[in-house]
């Protein structure tokens, strides 16, 4: 099973380890990208951060984060833009889920988007479609 159950979800960043999720397309018809929201656990708060790249991958090359920006002109604005922090990881993940469009009982271990964004490769890229 790839998905983390919500208690394994909070187990994961009470003890220190980031969870994420592929959230799909981004960009335009000229510059084409993908999305993956992460929430990161810094001491005493958790982080909720946006990546955004460019879609230069294939389903053998899958890691995200070595994955260009999108926009190189506005990198900071795209890959690993801190959108909210929580005191709680409960209260992380539902600020993720709320602002970025993230879906309860989707979120993976680190490093673990990029099977999310193999699915979304192998089934042609689809713009609003989900990545089971």
């Given at each position: 099973?790839?998905?983390?159950?919500?208690?394994?979800?909070?187990?994961?960043?009470?003890?220190?380890?980031?969870?994420?999720?592929?959230?799909?397309?981004?960009?335009?018809?000229?510059?084409?990208?993908?999305?993956?929201?992460?929430?990161?656990?810094?001491?005493?708060?958790?982080?909720?951060?946006?990546?955004?790249?460019?879609?230069?991958?294939?389903?053998?090359?899958?890691?995200?984060?070595?994955?260009?920006?999108?926009?190189?002109?506005?990198?900071?604005?795209?890959?690993?833009?801190?959108?909210?922090?929580?005191t709680g990881a409960?209260?992380?993940?539902?600020?993720?889920?709320?602002?970025?469009?993230?879906?309860?009982?989707?979120?993976?271990?680190?490093?673990?988007?990029?099977?999310?964004?193999?699915?979304?490769?192998?089934?042609?890229?689809?713009?609003?479609?989900?990545?089971?």
């Open positions: 099973m790839r998905y983390l159950v919500e208690s394994f979800a909070v187990g994961a960043l009470t003890r220190g380890r980031s969870v994420e999720q592929f959230l799909g397309s981004a960009g335009d018809a000229h510059a084409s990208g993908v999305r993956w929201v992460e929430v990161v656990p810094t001491g005493s708060q958790f982080k909720v951060v946006l990546h955004t790249s460019a879609d230069v991958g294939s389903e053998n090359f899958c890691d995200l984060v070595e994955f260009p920006p999108l926009d190189p002109e506005n990198e900071d604005d795209e890959f690993g833009l801190e959108i909210a922090t929580a409960h209260d992380a993940l539902a600020l993720a889920e709320h602002r970025t469009g993230a879906v309860r009982g989707r979120w993976v271990n680190q490093g673990m988007a990029q099977d999310e964004y193999r699915d979304f490769v192998l089934a042609g890229r689809p713009r609003h479609a989900s990545t089971s």
